[in-house]
């Protein structure tokens, strides 16, 4: 595997170590620190300071039981459990506990673009998405985070490179045209927390509404 060169950041990584991550974003933090070094040292690192600011906390007016309960909370949160699925080819076990312990069911999307929903609710959503190499994801920008993750091959667009490994990490700020790079196909898990707005449908969807 190349270097891994686009990480969690330490907030969100903090999030999922203290169990503050929605499903959808824990999916992919797990499945990146899984395959990054790095990435398990800092978590590691987070858990430890954690704990130890609710030590320095004995200091303070807290009565012991109210301590030792936090303490509590923490390590419930942050001993998680080995998924119970292992990892299988370029799949990582977090994801393969998501699959079910199966391989993808890809449904076409055209122009060769596979997806597998993994999860959706009003909170977000979860997918599998398989681009051929060469192909663009139609231009969208955010309603809010979007984490993703390759497993497979590579994509490029305007925030950079991303190989095996790497999480780009895109707000409601980037518009972008991701599009796979040469090679395999690129498979990748996202995340996003509110739906993705494709430009051009969007002038399309508002025309009834504003009568222009
Ligand atoms: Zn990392
Ligand atoms: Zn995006």
Redesign the pocket.
Known sequence: MTEIRHHIRSELLAAWVTGNLPAHFAAVVASHVALCPECRAESGALQSLGGALLEGLAGVDLSPDALSKALAALDDSTRRPEPAATAAGIFPAPLMQVLGGRPPKWSLLGGGIRQQILMADRSGSLRLLYIPPGRK?PE???GGL?L?LVLQGSFSDSSGEFHVGDV?D?DDE?N?Q?VAGPGAPCICL?A?DAP?RFRALLPRLLQPLFRI
């Open positions: 994801v969208h920008s955010h979007e993703t780009e895109a980037i972008h991701p996202a996003t993705l």
